[in-house]
Structure formats: C-alpha cells, structure tokens
C-alpha cells in the first residue's frame, strides 16, 4: 500500500486534487503548523509550554533552480533570527531537507548545497541552536553524509538522519555513535528498491531495534524518532538499563501524530522533541504522512469533496 500510494502521488491529477486543498483545511493542518513562519512561532511557543521541544522544517524538496535553493536558505536563516527573538531557540532548532538547498541541481548540486547549509549553519549557531540534516531516498545518503561530515569540522553539532529500513544503515550508527554525534534513527519514509532496503515491515522494524542498540549504547546523543510504541518503551527501558542521563538522548515525533503521548513522555521525564513542518509546498511531505498509514487515505478520500 505505502509504495502504490507514492507512486499514485507523483501522477498528474492526484497531485491536482490533493494540493488544490487549501492549507487551513483540517486534515492538512493536522500535520503542518501553517503556511508561514508566524504560523510556526505560534504553535512552537505553544508545545514549548507543554514541555516539548521542537525542530522546524520549512517546508520543500526537489529544488530544481538556484535561485529557489538560496531562498529556501534564506527563510531558515529568517526563521532562526525570528525563533532567537522570539527566546525560543534555547528549545528548538530546525531540520533540513539538502534538496530543498539545491543538492539536485546536477554535477554542482553538492557544492551548492553545502554552501547553502553552511550559511544556515552559521545562523543557527547566532541563534543559540542546533540543525539537523534530514535523509531522503538512497541515493542521496552519500552525498548527505558527506555534507554532514563537511559540516561537522565546523559545527559539530549538526545532526544526521540514519534508516532503519537501508540495509547498510547498522555500520552507518556504527560510524555515527561517536561523542557528540547527534543522530536521528528512522525506519524510512522513502518507497527502496529491494536492492537497497529491506521490503518486509517487520524486517525494517526488526532492523530499527539493531541499530537503536547501537546508538544508545554509542557515545553519542542518539534521537530516536518513531511512533511505534514498542520500540520507544524499548528505547526508555535501555536508556535507564545503561544510566544514560536525560540530556543525552531524546525521542522525537512527527507533528499530529501520538500527541497525547508526547506530552505523557515529557511529563514521566522523557526529553521529547516534535517535528514541525510550515510553509506552502506541503504536498511531498503530507503524502508521505499518507502512505504511513492506510486509515489516514480512506479519511482523505472521505473528505476530498465535502
Ligand atoms: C521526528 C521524525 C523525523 C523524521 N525524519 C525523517 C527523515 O529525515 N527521513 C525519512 O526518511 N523519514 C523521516 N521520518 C519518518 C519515518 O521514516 C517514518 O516514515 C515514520 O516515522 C513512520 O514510522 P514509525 O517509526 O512511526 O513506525 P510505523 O510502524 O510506521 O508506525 C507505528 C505507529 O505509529 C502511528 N503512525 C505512524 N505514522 C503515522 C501517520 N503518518 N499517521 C498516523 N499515525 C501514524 C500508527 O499508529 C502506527 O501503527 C521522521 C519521523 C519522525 C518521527
């Protein structure tokens, strides 16, 4: 189903009926903050007060031109100014996507990415905060930690993203589960060939419980990012089984999904972060929200036309 449905999302006219759906209808709003920074400002002061921190994502992806990558770059460094001011940032930081910076733009793209995430970089250090590279599909992941690591002789407080369902992600925590190193481990919200991930959800889940052990045992600051409760009671029992402080390691959740457990998590004394998507080009990521979960298309279909 996930894989039929992001294959279904990159035709014509579902890309035309869904994306016609203006932002402020519920179901969009659901997983997303709001078209604008404000929007974001307002529902960041929001989870802050509910003990929560939080990484923002300007939303877009797949930048085609440079001039869109340099603004995409420049709206973080707006947005980071506007979270300093705001006295926000001591709690939260924000997620970039290097498409959204311009690492597709061909044989130049990881040089104009690179620059791109060094001077949002250097925004987020003026600010008092963190950023953290998101991971898309496969063939992305060399250039991304290559960026990363690029990044990190400089700010090494940079995050990574690593994917449970990639089959070469266990020696990536194996490289990444260094002092400092704050990474994030997801299963994956990318449609893999066989040849590179591991088709089977329970093998995806089963590799996310391999690589969890890695990180938290690691030196690291692992973010352990799932809404399978399974695996975050797993990952709170073996931070305590190994005395790990509370500052050494986070869970992290999407925006709209488990919200009630987020709170009781940071209330039981759980560092929890939500990620927290705004902007207009919002199809990409609520499409991939979609496919993670079959009830949440027949909820769409439902309400596509009342
Ligand atoms: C903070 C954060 C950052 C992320 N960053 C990236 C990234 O950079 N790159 C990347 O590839 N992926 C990223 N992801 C997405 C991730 O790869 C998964 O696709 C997503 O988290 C769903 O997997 P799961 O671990 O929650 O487990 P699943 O087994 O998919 O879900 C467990 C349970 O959680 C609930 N649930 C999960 N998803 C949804 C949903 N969309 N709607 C409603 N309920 C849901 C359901 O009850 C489900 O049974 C991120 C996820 C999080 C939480």
């Known amino acids: 189903m996930p894989k039929l449905l992001l294959a279904a999302a990159q035709t014509r006219p579902v890309r035309a009926s869904v994306s016609a759906l203006p932002i402020s209808r519920k179901m969009v709003r659901r997983f997303i903050a709001g078209p604008d920074a404000g929007s974001a400002l307002d529902v960041t002061r929001t989870l802050r007060e509910q003990g929560l921190a939080v990484t923002l994502d300007v939303l877009g992806e797949d930048v085609t031109d440079r001039a869109q990558a340099a603004a995409t770059a420049a709206a973080y460094r707006s947005l980071l100014a506007a979270l300093?001011?705001?006295?926000?940032?001591?709690?939260?930081?924000v997620s970039v996507k290097l498409s959204a910076l311009g690492q597709a733009l061909g044989a130049d793209g990881h040089r104009i990415a690179l620059e791109n995430a060094l001077s949002v970089a250097?925004?987020?250090k003026e600010a008092g905060t963190t950023m953290t590279l998101d991971m898309?599909?496969?063939?992305?992941?060399d250039s991304t930690?290559?960026?990363?690591?690029?990044?990190?002789?400089?700010?090494?407080?940079?995050?990574?993203?690593l994917q449970?369902?990639?089959y070469r992600t266990e020696g990536d925590c194996?490289?990444?589960?260094?002092?400092?190193?704050?990474?994030?481990?997801?299963?994956g919200a990318y449609a893999e060939p066989a040849s590179v991930a591991h088709p089977r959800k329970a093998d995806v889940d089963a590799a996310y419980r391999r690589c969890m052990d890695i990180l938290l045992r690691g030196e690291g600051h692992p973010m352990i990012a799932t809404h399978d409760m399974s695996l975050v009671a797993d990952a709170c029992a073996t931070a305590k089984q190994?005395?790990?402080?509370r500052d050494s390691w986070e869970l992290q959740m999407l925006y709209g999904i488990r919200t009630d457990e987020q709170r009781s998590l940071a209330a039981a004394g759980v560092d929890v972060r939500v990620y927290l998507p705004f902007g207009t080009d919002w199809y990409g990521y609520y499409i991939r929200r979609l496919a993670e979960r079959p009830a949440n298309v027949l909820f769409l279909l439902r309400n596509l036309n009342s």
């Open 174 to 187: 194996r490289d990444l589960a260094t002092a400092g190193s704050r990474v994030r481990l997801v299963k």
């Open 164 to 166: 449970a369902a990639l």
């Open 136 to 141: 898309e599909d496969h063939t992305t992941v």
């Open 122 to 124: 250097v925004a987020a």
């Open 242 to 245: 190994l005395d790990r402080a």
């Open 84 to 93: 300093s001011e705001a006295g926000l940032a001591d709690r939260a930081e």
């Open 145 to 161: 930690l290559g960026i990363l690591a690029e990044l990190r002789a400089g700010y090494p407080w940079i995050g990574a993203v």
